[in-house]
């Protein structure tokens, strides 16, 4: 006689604000529950061990690397992935979150595939830390990996939108260029 498999943990969590109730694998990763069993792409599979950050999701508000962590571990909790991170600020101020239009003002976007986890992050800094330093957003981006755009940009995006969250000015990008004089 052959014993059967114990069936697959239930459990609810919130995600991206609206609670879930889902089964999974003891041991599968919250990465692989969001993309393969909620059809969210947008938290993306890197490394598969924590050195990437491109999974990066936020758990009860705190960034965490979601291909480290065992998806039954989120009952009870809240999860917010990029697609949650966009629409829950659309609906509050009819606009994408000011981290997202910071990185698209400032030329932070290279081929997208850091971009999810880099935004997550730093919305979490800028909940935490409404006028970090550069030196406090490469503290809190260090756990993320980029391969395109070199960083500057990237730091540059983050100060950018804790300037407009604080209803500052925000500096210009290092690269856009000043109107010049016409000489007569």
């Avoid at 999974?55 to 508000?61: A, E, F, P, S, Y």
């Amino acid at each position: 006689m052959t014993s059967r498999p114990a069936p697959d943990p239930v459990f609810a969590f919130e995600l991206n604000g609206e609670t879930v109730t889902v089964s999974a694998p003891a041991h599968h990763t919250l990465l692989e529950l969001l993309r393969y069993r909620q059809g969210l792409t947008g938290t993306k599979q890197g490394c598969d061990k924590g050195d990437c950050g491109a999974c990066t999701v936020l758990l009860d508000g705190s960034p965490v690397l979601s291909c480290l962590t065992l998806a039954v571990t989120v009952a009870g909790r809240a999860v917010t992935t990029i697609e949650g991170l966009g629409a829950e600020h659309r609906r509050a101020e009819g606009r994408p979150h000011p981290v997202q239009e910071a990185f698209d003002r400032s030329g932070a976007l290279q081929c997208g595939f850091c971009q999810p986890g880099m935004l997550l992050s730093s919305a979490a800094l800028l909940r935490k830390n409404p006028s970090p330093t550069a030196d406090e957003v490469r503290a809190a981006l260090s756990g993320n990996l980029c391969r395109c755009t070199g960083y500057a940009q990237i730091i540059e995006a983050v100060l950018r939108a804790a300037a407009v969250e604080r209803g500052e000015d925000p500096p210009a990008p290092a690269w856009s260029i000043e109107p010049r004089d016409e000489e007569p």
